[in-house]
Each structure stands twice: as structure tokens, then as C-alpha cells.
């Protein structure tokens, strides 16, 4: 029986994972085999994730998610 569920590790996906800072925060960019996705960390917080079809929108979003951090906290 095989596995309906195949490995997310995928020797053909290009490595192009990316990662920045943005307002405090640091966002790493990485392909999934489905969507980008975007881990969102900063010191002593959990991390959050967004998903998206490519990575400019996951990149907007990761934005978007830190903004609306901020304006929460302020």
C-alpha cells in the first residue's frame, strides 16, 4: 500500500527559501510543495504562520500579520 500522503521533501523544489527583517520582526520565506510560506518570529513570542500561493502574497501577508501585531500592542 502506498502512501497517500507524499514526503513535503521534494529533491526537485529549488531552494528558495528567504529571510528578512521587517519592523523588529524576522520572516523566513520558504516553498512548500502546495504554497510559500511564511514563519513570522520575534524574541520571546511564538511564532506565526501564514500561507500563501506565492511568495510576494506570502510576503504581503506576513506583512500585513505584523502590522496588525504592532497597532495591537500599541
Do not use: C, F
Not at 21 to 43: C, D
Amino acid at each position: 500500500m502506498t502512501d497517500p500522503h507524499p514526503s513535503p521533501i521534494n529533491s526537485k523544489m529549488p531552494d528558495e527559501a528567504l529571510a528578512l527583517e521587517y519592523l523588529g520582526y524576522s520572516i523566513r520565506l520558504q516553498p512548500t510543495p502546495l504554497e510559500w510560506m511564511a514563519v513570522i518570529t520575534q524574541p520571546n513570542q511564538r511564532p506565526g504562520i501564514v500561507l500563501a500561493a506565492n511568495r510576494e502574497a506570502a510576503l504581503i501577508k506576513a506583512r500585513d500579520w505584523i502590522a496588525a501585531q504592532t497597532k495591537s500592542q500599541g
